[in-house]
């Protein structure tokens, strides 16, 4: 047991939570709770970019908000292991470097991250498992355990002077979960007795009706898919899908298949899991790539990384025969097990038929039950709005139809409209007096992570992306005259993306005309302002001409 002192504070304080992250979207969830001098954060997720978003990595929580409160930031719980947990935890590390609590598999899984950025020294990580009681500040922390599709997640019980707030994290109800610990009810139904001021509940799943399916109905579907497989098979899921590793792995000792693991994430997360004990595997059923050349086909299983049709994960390199050492070959069998996440749909559409293309037999969500949601769905949230009793209650993790659908279903059960709070990223919610209060909207933008520049791509380079895809770029360069104020010598446009260049002499030479034309002002003006004046008339021109909006930059050279 762990205990942080907590500072008082002489106003009079208010149960205050500002959801950072995860509200209005499926992903990069992160909430504040905080009540006076006191503030946590519950999970620092990221989020993988919508395929409108060009060349962005991936995406992370606005925190702005926490900024100013680095002094009252007492620590960061994480629910489980899921990068939409964890995956900005080590950008929010290096902003605000508090103590850190997850339960064992996900501290090793946020270990991964830590040595990749070196930073495991300094930073404070706490185990909590599910059962403990930890005091940080005011609040009285209570992991409890939940079902999802990742082994030890768990929900919080968080106990403030103000009243018990209870958060789901990511759940469902599975009576016959992989691991065989199913969500504990019994703890639910304890906080229930005591009473519950507020539920922050997940909502992915709250516009599918009736119950999500147990993990153990995949098993008859990955025993056919195996036992007719004529040669190879490759099954692709998240790197953090450790229980459907798990799955795959009973049943192919069943088919006598050997795996080998395709993917620096899949690797580093099952050594972990393996290591912490959450993820059994015979020494002798775990081979190499290289192994596998000598090994029969039917007796091989590669799980591999990039269902959703990542450029640099495995399946996406085999797809496009650019992995180093693998090719798909005739006969292989290729197993999509995950869903799509939205706005990834046309790139894993494009996966499956490049896979089809080469040869392979390919499985996937709606040929197949390859997959079930680790979410759940209408009638188990149902059974924790009643079983929990909450007063407030402010549905989590979805987006706004996820949310709304949820409100929707907790007025069915009899909660008055004005206890719930339908809101996106960035709306306090303060409970005053016994009653529920939405504030005004703190930032919860989206932070643009591409590649080592953090924050530094806001929407103004996104447009210029999205035109760059859409009409490629024209440059313009020309000599010029400050004191005559005009062009000199022989305009250069150079163009990639947006014509021909062989068909387009007449539309070029008629741009250039355009910047000789333009590029003529009073004598004495900088270069800058006239650049921007061509281009300005470059843009219009090339609209005129060709409906299309191509980037256009100039450079004039002094001369
Ligand atoms: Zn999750
Ligand atoms: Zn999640």
Redo the contacts with the bound molecule.
Sequence with gaps: MTTIPARRSKLTAKLRIVPLGGLGEVGK?MMSIEYGRNLIVIDS?MMFPESDMLGVDYILPDWEYLLDKKEILRAVLITHG?L??IGALTHFLKEFNVPVYATRLTRGLIEVKLKDEQMLETTNLHTYTAGDVINIGPFTIEPYHVCHSIPDSVGLGITTPAGLIVHSG?FKLDHTPVDGWPTDQAKLAEFSRRGVLMLLSDS?NADQPGATPSEAVLENSFHQIMREAPGRLIIATFASLISRIQQIVNVAERHNRKIAIAGRSMVENTKMARELGYLTIPDNMLVSLDEVKNLPPQQVIIMATGSQGEPMAVLNRLATGRHHSLQIQDQDTVVLSSHTIPGNEETTHSLINRLFQRGADVYYGPVAQTHVSGHASQEELKLLLNMLRPKFFVPV?GELRHLTQHGKIAQQLGMPKSNIAVIENGYPVTIDEDQLEIGQRVPGDYVFVDGSLVGEVGPMVMNQRDGLAQSGFVTAIAGYDRQAGRAVGQPRIITRGFVYVPDADDLLSRAEDVVRATASVQGGTGPHKVEEKVERALSSFFYRETKRRPVVTVALMEV
């Design positions: 969830n997720g899921h939409d947990h990511d992915t993790h």
